[in-house]
């Protein structure tokens, strides 16, 4: 039996489906805004406060291991409905939360292992969704692109270390916008540009110091569209160190657009 804690975005669809298929026992602690998996009889409805609650349940069905998949955003914490537990644990999520989103997960990773439940990388059943490295478009990148590539991996890899941004997009070398808390879509909302078409990148790697068996950076069919509409020409992830969504129809709308999709 497998504890499947899942949040928004379509990434943990692709992983109940799988696991449905492989006819794995699993339960699911939902903590998406809209409880998606109400319908599911398996699934369980909890709020981030309840870590007792989610620990009995994973518990009771003598769960052991569990997976992480989809995005959780980061709780009001004076809103949130604490258990025991919860009022127990919440000084060191909130004292992690200052430090950035990947703190928190580390944190509550942690307070799982203190409970003997092991985390499994989010990938485990769906190794498919990554991707080796290489150019999976017919366009490559040029001497231009490239320039402005290495200036995007430099300038996360510099950012501090819990810091919650995981994407950056680079313009004739220079820096156009760095992930903010609203995540990349709001970015690439910001920056739609009129005068420019097919310059450009988004790169978008793991936060520094992240534990890669949660939180990997998604790319899919979405961020295609959004980084198209924001004038870009093309996309870079780090190989086997992200979720790609949609890979045959992000290739097809690459090609079509005359876009790139480099996997570093």
Do not use: W
Request: proline fraction near 3%; include cysteine; glycine fraction near 6%.
């Amino acid at each position: 039996m497998i504890g499947l804690i899942f949040g928004d975005t379509d990434f943990p669809n692709k992983i109940l489906k799988t696991i449905k298929k492989r006819k794995i026992k699993y339960i699911i602690i939902d903590l998406s805004k809209s409880k998606k998996f109400k319908r599911d009889s398996r699934s369980y409805p909890v709020s981030t406060g309840q870590f007792g609650k989610i620990i009995n349940i994973l518990k009771k069905h003598s769960c052991k291991k569990v997976l992480f998949a989809g995005k959780v955003n980061k709780p009001n914490f004076s809103k949130l409905k604490l258990d025991f537990k919860g009022i127990y644990y919440i000084p060191r999520i909130i004292k992690a939360s200052k430090l950035g989103d990947a703190a928190i997960l580390k944190e509550i990773i942690e307070i799982l292992a203190q409970n003997r439940i092991k985390t499994d990388n989010s990938l485990k059943f769906n190794p498919e969704l990554t991707l080796k490295k290489g150019n999976y478009s017919e366009i490559k990148p040029n001497n231009t692109d490239q320039l402005d590539i290495k200036k995007g991996i430099k300038t996360l890899n510099n950012l501090k270390e819990y810091n919650y941004s995981q994407a950056v997009v680079v313009r004739n070398k220079k820096i156009v916008s760095i992930e903010g808390k609203g995540g990349t879509r709001k970015m690439l909302e910001k920056i739609k540009s009129k005068k420019f078409r097919n310059h450009g990148v988004l790169v978008k790697f793991p936060k520094k110091k992240q534990d890669l068996r949660v939180d990997l950076p998604t790319i899919g069919l979405k961020t295609l569209k959004q980084s198209k509409k924001a004038g870009l020409k093309g996309i870079v992830v780090k190989g086997k160190q992200h979720v790609f969504l949609d890979k045959n129809k992000c290739i097809s709308f690459a090609n079509k657009n005359k876009m790139f999709i480099l996997v570093k």
